[in-house]
């Protein structure tokens, strides 16, 4: 079974390596990361880069495609070798995945139309216009496609993926192997449970760097 | 203010990425990858690579060190130059922190002796020969160093970190920004929920690693 999560410049990296975590202890799994070059891919705001180790065409015929977001994901939406790749390879995945505004790289390659899905919830009303309907949970499975929330949503989305790929005991398994027992320090992890003045702040926040991006 | 999340051959990427993707938004943080070289580094069971940006020399005087675990850490445990980096800078850091196993490689440089820590949950043995009194809790805070549990632990100790150093708003701001509003779906994230039999497969498929390793 090979996984093969896309990287592009600029995205965000906990996207990308929070179901990375988890997906890579599926038995018989081959995790690779494919771009349209092969090389090291920076993350959002510099700092730290990825290795793509797979060009997209190298990677023909994945069982599995998980794609991330970030603020880079506006601009991958624009390159058509990205999709092209994901509408060619969703025609035989498995699962088709995404995380955070990855789903709006799946809504621009046609995959989300007639889906309920869900992406960052800054993002949520840019889902409509690739025809999907947006539902606000942790994540969404809708057919062989499976949409997480921001970022930290690809591990919960990740570990209910290994649950129906291989089993839920094994899920449980990676779960307790990377001691998923969050304890966030704050109530406020999404926008209905924090405080109006700090969803403000984020919210600005992001468009700002958004539009920058 | 510089934060150096250390990089070597064979760690968690999810031990060093879950901080990152939470401290690179602290105000005026400027975020370094350092190892013994420049260049990518291979993440635990091949995979993933992730870029050094610094040597341990570029990177002298960091005010906040994050070290990560993994299968790599006890060869990382053997090299003489990241213990002696390590307890080198931990003499001007504000703060030097670990995740999951990489608790034991802050032990291994003195760093530990007389203090509270917690790493992986199958770890927490070890911890004794440092001089470290095991505390099986999400994160410990012991003076100026923070030690996480295992892997995914690294988000909550990160948010509980930026809390300290920018203020509750920002690192609330911050859980909010990355969506972290967990929902794992299973209970057993923790030895102590999750059902015995699959505590000791992960317990015994880790250990084999570790030899292997």
Known sequence: MQIAILLFDDLDPQDAVGPYEVLRWVPGAEVVFPATARGPRRTER???SLVADRTL???????????????????ARRDPAILAWLGRVHETTTWTTSVCTGALLLGAAGILRGKRAVTHWTAMDDLAQFGATAVAERYVFDGKVATAAGVSAGIDMALALAARIAGPDLAQAIQLGIEYDPKPPFEGGSPAKAPAP????????????????
């Open 198 to 213: 700090i969803v403000d702040m984020v919210r600005a926040t992001l468009r700002e760097l958004e539009q920058r991006a």
């Open 46 to 48: 510099g700092g730290l």
């Open 57 to 75: 065409a190298e990677v023909g015929r994945p069982d599995v495609v998980v794609v991330p977001g970030g603020l880079g994901e506006r601009r």
